[in-house]
Antibody, heavy 121, light 107 residues
Framework: EVQVVESGGGLVQSGGSLRLSCAAS????????MSWVRQAQGKGLEWVSG????????NYADSVKGRFTISRDNSENTLYLQMNSLRAEDTAVYYC??????????????WGQGTLVTVSS | DIQMTQSPSTLSASVGDRVTITCRAS??????LAWYQKKPGKAPKLLIY???SLEGGVPSRFSGSVSGAEFTLTISSLQPDDFATYYC?????????FGQGTKVEIK
């Protein structure tokens, strides 16, 4: 069974850092692009960042560019999101999402249950 | 960035109704559009990709279409399990962007 499980969320002060992890199982992580998508309470879905299957290419939403870094360790079947200089507006549930097709991020057929990040001001 | 505009924002409907949700992109995205269903506390679920391809396991009452720059998600006969929020997402250009969502409520 394909599964992605997020961890690493929590409460952090404004300006602080947090690293999210996403453990993948039931599929070959190295064959698929992956993304992080977030949803603030009462708001819509927002794509945050994506990484190609090889890790060679990364992309970011304007709102997090320069503060967040996506990476992956295919040998450990794990995706990461390093979040620095956190702001109150980064407070959200963060979802790890597996690409349906493969090489570059486009649309997502498997999602985790999410991990909550709360940034206190 | 490509802006995705969904309409309506909220829709009240009854079981058995035919429901149509529209999504428009601020620039051309070809067929690069996906639709998701989102319920509170649950992960989003992929329904449609490449504008009109039905994801495996998704009931056939869901369908996607495109006419010019306007994309449409149709639920042919609304079922109790379908009350949720629906999002479109363009996968043509980075950054990937979602519509603001359409909440389908019980009438």
């Amino acid at each position: 069974e394909v599964q992605v499980v997020e961890s690493g969320g929590g409460l952090v002060q404004s300006g602080g850092s947090l690293r999210l992890s996403c453990a993948a199982s039931g599929f070959t992580l190295s064959a698929y692009a992956m993304s992080w998508v977030r949803q603030a309470q009462g708001k819509g879905l927002e794509w945050v960042s994506g990484i190609s299957s090889t890790g060679d290419n990364t992309n970011y939403a304007d709102s997090v560019k320069g503060r967040f870094t996506i990476s992956r360790d295919n040998s450990e079947n794990t995706l990461y999101l390093q979040m620095n200089s956190l702001r109150a507006e980064d407070t959200a549930v963060y979802y790890c999402a597996k690409d349906r097709e493969g090489g570059i991020p486009d649309y997502f057929d498997n999602w985790g249950q999410g991990t909550l990040v709360t940034v206190s001001s | 960035d490509i802006q995705m505009t969904q309409s309506p924002s909220t829709l009240s409907a009854s079981v058995g109704d035919r429901v149509t949700i529209t999504c428009r992109a601020s620039q051309s995205i070809g067929m690069s559009l996906a639709w998701y269903q989102k319920k509170p506390g649950k992960a989003p679920k992929l329904l449609i990709y490449k504008a009109s391809s039905l994801e495996g396991g998704v009931p056939s009452r869901f369908s996607g279409s495109v006419s010019g720059a306007e994309f449409t998600l149709t639920i042919s006969s609304l079922q109790p399990d379908d009350f949720a929020t629906y999002y479109c997402q363009q996968h043509h250009t980075f950054p990937l962007t979602f519509g603001q969502g359409t909440k389908v409520e019980i009438k």
